[in-house]
């Protein structure tokens, strides 16, 4: 028998120093919709403590005031409900944090509009092999290769060693 999901925000949040920090950016997420902003605002990844209480127009802007520190800051978007509970404050900070740990930075939200991040082929070529290769049930990478970028997950293809046949005569 399987055990039940952990909730890791109602772990976190056991913490009071985490639970503060939660409290600090779901205050500060309420300001700002009550105050009728849109946009972003800006809090400290350790402590939740808003930068400077301001909603800027766009992530870019957020993350020149803070200036490009994407690794001590997290930059929210405004919701106009706010964020009516605090537990959506700890899971936006758990998964800042944990990011961080990991050594990634939370990407853009353009990012998916860019030209690296497109998953769908642009070309009809290219559309038609990615088709033939889906519903071939086959992986689009040869056996022993892994689909990550970490080092600890890459792995080599096996090179098969052929022996010389000598040909008799």
Known sequence: MQAPPTDKAAEALADPA?????????DEA?????????????VALADGKPMDHVAYETWSDAVKAARWNRDRYIFLEIQP??????REAAGALLYARG????????????????PMASS??????????????????????????AMSNLPSERV???????RKVRKRG
């Not at 990011?99 to 860019?114: F, L, N």
């Open 156 to 162: 080599q293809p096996v090179r098969r060693q052929f």
């Open 81 to 86: 409900d706010g964020m009516p509970s605090v």
């Open 120 to 145: 769908m082929p642009q070309q009809a070529r290219d559309r038609r092999v990615m088709a033939r290769q889906l519903a071939s049930g086959r992986p689009l990478l040869p056996a022993g290769w």
């Open 30 to 42: 309420n300001l700002h919709a009550v105050a009728g902003a849109r946009g972003w605002f800006v």
């Open 18 to 26: 985490f639970a503060d920090a939660a409290r600090r950016i779901q």
């Open 99 to 114: 990011m961080h740990d990991m050594g990634y930075r939370i990407p853009s939200p353009d990012w998916e509009a860019g």
